[in-house]
Nanobody, 124 residues
Framework: VQLQAFGGGLVQAGGSLRLSCVASGSTFSRYAMGWFRQAPGKEREIVAGITMTGGITDYADFVKGRFTISRDNAKNTVYLQMNSLKPDDTAVYYC??????????????????WGQGTKFTVSS
């Protein structure tokens, strides 16, 4: 599985942005998907996760109520809609696929496949 993330750029604080991650292959619907982020000098951390059917989602506390993860298995795509952005959201964002399709894991090592990352900056 190859993952490619899109949607980075520059946005003002309070603004919105949507990231997309497109997967190659025919097995996308079997994977749980996660969005992670990594800011300079910090460890990679979970932002949001979604099970293979999209029936269950999970969010880091710092994005609850602001970010929404969703997926379209027909398009092999997972999305991250980000609203009310803050400068602290500035980071490189990665999508990742977990073979445990029915579980959302918060640990990066549990994910088998990773996208290349897309960077965006939130200006104050």
């Amino acid at each position: 599985v190859q993952l490619q993330a899109f949607g980075g750029g520059l946005v003002q604080a309070g603004g919105s942005l949507r990231l997309s991650c497109v997967a190659s292959g025919s097995t996308f619907s079997r994977y749980a998907m996660g969005w992670f982020r990594q800011a300079p000098g910090k460890e990679r951390e979970i932002v949001a996760g979604i099970t293979m059917t999209g029936g269950i989602t999970d969010y880091a506390d710092f994005v609850k109520g602001r970010f929404t993860i969703s997926r379209d298995n027909a398009k092999n795509t997972v999305y991250l809609q980000m609203n009310s952005l803050k400068p602290d959201d500035t980071a490189v964002y990665y999508c990742a696929a977990n073979l445990e399709g029915v579980a959302i894991r918060r640990t990066p090592s549990r994910y088998r496949y990773w996208g290349q990352g897309t960077k965006f900056t939130v200006s104050s």
